[in-house]
Nanobody
Framework: EVQLAESGGGLVQAGGSLRLSCAAS????????IGWFRQAPGKDREGVSC????????YYAHSVKGRFTISRDKDKNTVYLQMNSLKPEDTASYYC??????????????????????WGKGTLVTVSS
């Protein structure tokens, strides 16, 4: 069974940085795709970033491009989301998800949650102004 565990969330001031981690078990980073998604209170879940496990292709929502970086460590079975220059509008619960078959799906220029098979429980990021 695939299990995902996010960590690294917290409270940070605007302009600050955080690094989120998504540790995976029951899934190896040879195939498929791993994505980061977020959901702010009262808003729909939206795609933030996605990485194809095999070739490492990365995709970003326009709103985070240039500020966030997704990466993977195959030896640790962990995916990271480095978030720099954080803004109050980045405040949300952040979730990682896995598409066993991959690759990343992009809809309207944003990574899509369609096809994602497993989800973590999320980690809260709060950016104060």
């Amino acid at each position: 069974e695939v299990q995902l565990a996010e960590s690294g969330g917290g409270l940070v001031q605007a302009g600050g940085s955080l690094r989120l981690s998504c540790a995976a078990s029951g899934f190896t980073f040879d195939d498929g795709a791993i994505g980061w998604f977020r959901q702010a209170p009262g808003k729909d879940r939206e795609g933030v970033s996605c990485i194809n496990s095999g070739y490492g292709n990365t995709y970003y929502a326009h709103s985070v491009k240039g500020r966030f970086t997704i990466s993977r460590d195959k030896d640790k079975n962990t995916v990271y989301l480095q978030m720099n220059s954080l803004k109050p509008e980045d405040t949300a619960s952040y979730y990682c998800a896995v598409d066993i078959d991959g690759p990343c799906t992009v809809v309207g220029g944003r990574p899509s949650y369609y096809g994602m098979d497993y989800w973590g429980k999320g980690t809260l990021v709060t950016v104060s102004s």
